[in-house]
């Protein structure tokens, strides 16, 4: 168990108004950080497994409203799983890409047990 730390990634078009974030390797029972993304109308989230599809285990992802929970806080309590347009929860067990659907400060990827060396991405959009 870690805490995971994302790496925000060079955006080549875009990089004004749109945001990529990356959180690399990781395993069940990690904590990744959470990014805050409040000012994006757009969050597209991907899950991505290099050496195959399976994850061997459940990846949910999660978002907060609440502005005062930053990225080196306990920010559990707050965290609720996320929908996709369709109404249902972004949970997964194999690679995928995910448009969000509720508006949150926060996002995170929350990993369960026997995730290995999975990545997962945000990518954020915004018309500004």
Avoid at 17 to 29: E, I, L, P, Q, S
Wanted: with cysteine.
């Amino acid at each position: 168990m870690a805490n995971v730390a994302w790496t925000e990634l060079n955006v080549l078009v875009g990089h004004r108004n749109t945001r990529v974030y990356k959180w690399a390797a990781v395993n069940g029972g990690d904590e990744c950080l959470p990014v805050p993304c409040g000012g994006y109308n757009d969050k597209t989230v991907y899950g991505w497994r290099p050496t195959g599809s399976s994850f061997g285990g459940t990846v949910t992802v999660a978002g907060s409203p609440d502005p005062s929970k930053g990225a080196y806080t306990d920010t559990t309590d707050t965290f609720q799983t996320l929908s996709d347009p369709q109404g249902n929860a972004i949970s997964k067990t194999a690679n995928f890409v995910e448009a969000v659907l509720e508006h949150a400060y926060w996002i995170k990827p929350v990993p369960g047990t026997g995730i290995t060396l999975t990545d997962f991405y945000v990518v954020l959009a915004s018309s500004k």
